[in-house]
């Protein structure tokens, strides 16, 4: 700015505000296309190591059921427990300086040689630890070493590392709410380490407990949701490349969906009504629209509900389909082979509980709006139920 004062020229030189050079987008490296054996462990690792990169997000479609997490150093995809067989598009997201890069590849779990005789199990050395009750199982691989390892709940959270040869050791125990009877893992604050979510019954709560990556967990967070929770499900409900989870609520007949914030945070307050006594959800895409989809066992009126999101974290929807007496168990799965998600589900007899049935529900095309005809019941093979939980490993079959 130039002034005149007393004749002077005065020369005040402008003062621009230099704004900081903008971050860089976080970079990935180039993931080549890989096969695992269903049931097995792998690792993926790209061609060149993530730059500008705070955390890393991993995910498919939810017909997968095994584990993935990415190391944010090297970006290196771990897939723990892979199945069921097929073919799966895998997206890698990095997340840093306000910015994100996603890269692709496709996953291939294969089933292996068809064997022409009945694969055997074998009971294998028992697995124990301090609980004197055991609520629910969880599989991961919580120390990074490319072995399955084991999470038991009960008064805590047993965990036990796993030799690859089906052994499991350690002495590790977690502590969680009271009753425990929903476990299930996930990378809540995308550090490239499995973490435990475990719903607590009478606190009506889920205990959130990060993982170190060594096999230990920390924390002390728990986030509220409905009454008497019981099942736990981890989906990616608004699309944002961060893992949330549903927790099935026995007493107040609904759903909660918690919406994580990629740090080991949740938060919401979102209840999706169900049919009642709701004991186990399980994550799904039932009109094969592309957002994840939730079902729930109701056991005490012996039904199954279907409600679908819409990808920003809401459900919506009235189907109930019926099944069979008291059904406390949910798995999804393509059972027929046509390519669309099923339910398979246990049910059991009131106070006879070693004894229970099967049954698989079969999907019909998908529609716009579904409907209980939409799915088809079909009863399944009586089968007898442990009484207590044991490992079995499979006998070598003749081919």
């Not at 094969?288 to 066992?297: C, E, L, Q, T, Y």
């Not at 019926?322 to 059991?348: C, E, M």
Request: net charge neutral; charged share 10%.
């Amino acid at each position: 700015m130039i002034g005149h004062r007393c004749g002077l020229i005065i020369l005040i030189p402008l003062l621009f505000a230099i704004s900081p050079h903008a971050r860089a987008a976080p970079t990935l490296g180039v993931y080549p296309n890989s096969p695992v054996g269903a049931g097995a462990n792998s690792i993926v690792t790209p061609n060149a190591v993530p730059t500008g990169t705070t955390a890393i997000h991993v995910s498919t479609n939810t017909s997968f059921k095994g584990s993935f997490v990415a190391n944010l150093a090297t970006g290196v995809v771990r897939v723990t427990n892979a199945h069921p067989a097929g073919t799966y598009a895998v997206t890698v997201k990095a997340f840093g300086g306000g910015d994100t890069t996603s890269r692709n590849f496709t996953l291939t779990v294969n089933t292996g040689t068809v064997c022409t005789n009945p694969v055997v199990f074998n009971p294998a050395a028992n697995v124990t630890t301090t609980l004197s009750t055991h609520l629910a199982l969880a599989v991961g691989d919580f120390n990074n070493d490319g072995n399955q390892d084991l999470a038991a709940s009960g008064s805590g959270a047993a965990i036990r590392l796993g030799d690859g040869l089906g052994g499991f050791s350690g002495t590790t125990v977690v502590s969680l709410g009271t009753l425990p009877f929903g476990l299930a893992t996930g990378d809540f604050n995308m550090d490239g380490n499995l973490d435990l979510a475990a719903s607590s019954f009478t606190g009506n709560s889920v205990s959130i407990r990060l993982g170190d990556g060594l096999g230990g967990f920390s924390g002390t967070t728990s986030v509220g949701v409905g009454t008497s929770p019981n099942g736990l499900a981890v989906g990616d409900f608004n699309k944002d490349g961060k893992p949330d989870f549903a927790a099935a609520n026995s007493a107040s007949a609904t759903v909660s969906i918690r919406l994580g914030d990629g740090l080991g945070g949740f938060s919401g307050t979102t209840e999706v009504s169900t049919n009642g006594n709701t004991e186990k959800v399980v994550v799904g895409d039932f009109n094969a629209d592309g957002n994840p989809d939730i079902a729930s066992s109701n056991e005490g009126q012996d039904t199954v509900s279907i409600r679908l999101g819409d990808g920003a974290g809401g459900f919506s929807g009235t189907t109930n389909v019926s099944v069979g007496n008291s059904p406390p168990n949910l798995a999804i799965g393509d059972f027929n082979g046509d390519g669309k998600q099923d339910l398979a589900l246990t049910r059991f007899r009131r106070c006879r509980f070693a004894w229970g049935t099967a049954w698989v529900v079969l999907a019909e095309p998908p529609k716009s709006a579904l409907t209980s005809t939409h799915f088809t019941p079909r009863s399944g093979t009586s089968i007898t139920m442990a009484s207590r939980t044991s490992l079995w490993s499979p006998q070598a079959p003749a081919r």
